[in-house]
């Protein structure tokens, strides 16, 4: 599968996305769960390697949000899951 610009900033020094792939067809809690996971990982991906500074950093004024408050964003909606 060819990767979107914005797909290719995930990869890791040996080219390859880290995420988990998952069949987007099944059990719908298997499916879920898959889909949660690789959000994780996505997420995981985009933090890595950045500072607490960074994390906090707001993306685009005025908007209030940062990688950290998504962090928070989405333990919040997993627990409501």
């Given at each position: 599968?060819?990767?979107?610009?914005?797909?290719?900033?995930?990869?890791?020094?040996?080219?390859?996305?880290?995420?988990?792939?998952?069949?987007?067809?099944?059990?719908?809690?298997?499916?879920?769960?898959?889909?949660?996971?690789?959000?994780?990982?996505?997420?995981?991906?985009?933090?890595?390697?950045?500072?607490?500074?960074?994390?906090?950093?707001?993306?685009?004024?005025?908007?209030?949000?940062?990688?950290?408050?998504?962090?928070?964003h989405l333990a919040r909606v997993?627990?409501?899951?």
């Amino acid at each position: 599968m060819r990767q979107t610009p914005r797909a290719q900033m995930l990869l890791g020094d040996d080219g390859k996305d880290p995420r988990t792939p998952f069949d987007p067809v099944g059990d719908e809690r298997q499916l879920l769960l898959d889909f949660v996971r690789w959000q994780r990982e996505t997420l995981e991906a985009k933090c890595a390697g950045l500072s607490p500074e960074q994390l906090a950093t707001r993306a685009v004024e005025p908007s209030t949000m940062s990688l950290l408050g998504l962090v928070r964003h989405l333990a919040r909606v997993e627990q409501g899951w």
